[in-house]
């Protein structure tokens, strides 16, 4: 760690809330976690849900091994100045796009995986009816 730590301000740490910019505040000290949104056992959603608040009681509750601990040392970036915590704040939901399966590329897959046999066999059918000879 260095030897004079940043001092970062709670809003400035609360607006760093989204999976692609992720800050943690615990015990104090400032952890930019974003490298390890994708690695991290429990997923992003359990990072993002500790954004905007101190996070230390989420961190103790899950009872984190001494290497997580040691993970940590390589996201941290600062402290937090104690004055300009709220002693209490409402919790806001990170943003996130909403998702629609029907806009998925696999929706459209699977769609097509229903059409096509059914246009096939309606074209089958088709062309047996008008060629049959009477």
């Not at 390890?36 to 230390?56: C, I, N, Q, R, Y």
């Not at 402290?79 to 409402?90: F, L, N, Q, Y």
């Not at 029907?102 to 046999?117: A, G, N, S």
Request: hydrophobic share 35%; with cysteine; net charge negative.
């Amino acid at each position: 760690m260095a030897s004079d730590p940043k001092v970062h301000i709670f809003e400035e740490v609360a607006n760093h809330n989204q999976t692609k910019d992720c800050w943690l505040i615990i015990s104090g000290k400032v952890y930019d976690v974003t490298p390890f949104m994708d690695d991290h056992p429990g997923g992003d959603e359990v990072l993002l849900s500790a954004t905007g608040k101190d996070a230390t009681n989420d961190f103790e509750d899950v009872g984190h091994s001494d290497s997580a601990r040691e993970m940590m040392e390589k996201y941290y970036i600062g402290e937090i100045d104690p004055k300009t915590v709220p002693a209490k704040r409402t919790y806001i939901p990170p943003q996130q796009t909403p998702y629609n399966p029907d806009k998925t590329p696999e929706f459209v897959i699977k769609i097509l995986q229903f059409l096509v046999p059914l246009l096939i066999l309606g074209l089958a059918i088709a062309v047996r009816h008008y060629t049959k000879k009477e």
